[in-house]
């Protein structure tokens, strides 16, 4: 199965040069809680960004064009195609986690969206890309628990593709 997860804030900001514009640890556990033993997919610049090593307990795919790129510990795939065939032979989840570039194409190929949305507005240089609601149906919503660590009003939000029935 694929997914995709992410946090955004209200305007759909999900990132400031590569990184994220907040501090939300209790998105920081809900990520590790739904990723970890599953496969993680990402841009190398994402990967570069959370300082070019991969996640305890789950696979790290690397999405590149670059042929002659190597990092220790993960994966490093080149093409959509690669990735799909690779979740496709793997039993658990595979999770796209970012950049912007890398949402947006692997959207068409997921089946669940993982959204965390912060209730504030920040400061940053990437978006998340377009997505048409109407594809996809609200399963899960739970509202996150704020308190001295956790300074932002969020919720996790969970959709399911909608099936065609043209």
């Avoid at 991969?54 to 993960?74: F, H, S």
């Avoid at 990735?83 to 595979?94: E, N, P, R, W």
């Avoid at 912060?118 to 048409?132: C, L, N, R, Y």
């Amino acid at each position: 199965m694929l997914a995709a997860i992410w946090a955004q804030d209200e305007e759909g900001t999900i990132g400031k040069e590569n990184r994220l514009p907040w501090h939300l640890p209790n998105d920081l556990k809900f990520f590790k809680q739904m990723t970890e033993d599953n496969t993680i997919v990402m841009g190398r610049k994402t990967f570069e960004g959370m300082g070019s090593r991969p996640l305890p307990n789950r696979q790290t795919i690397v999405l590149t064009r670059d042929r002659e790129y190597q990092a220790k510990g993960v994966i490093v795939l080149h093409t959509i195609e690669e990735v799909l065939d690779y979740a496709k032979s793997f039993s658990g989840i595979t999770f796209i986690s970012g950049g912007s570039a890398v949402y947006e194409d692997f959207l068409p190929y997921c089946d669940v969206l993982y959204r965390t949305v912060i209730h504030h507005s920040f400061e940053g240089d990437t978006k998340f890309p377009f997505v048409d609601w109407d594809d996809w149906a609200l399963i899960n919503l739970s509202m996150g628990a704020q308190d001295e660590a956790n300074h932002y009003a969020y919720q996790f939000e969970t959709y399911q593709r909608k099936v065609n029935t043209d």
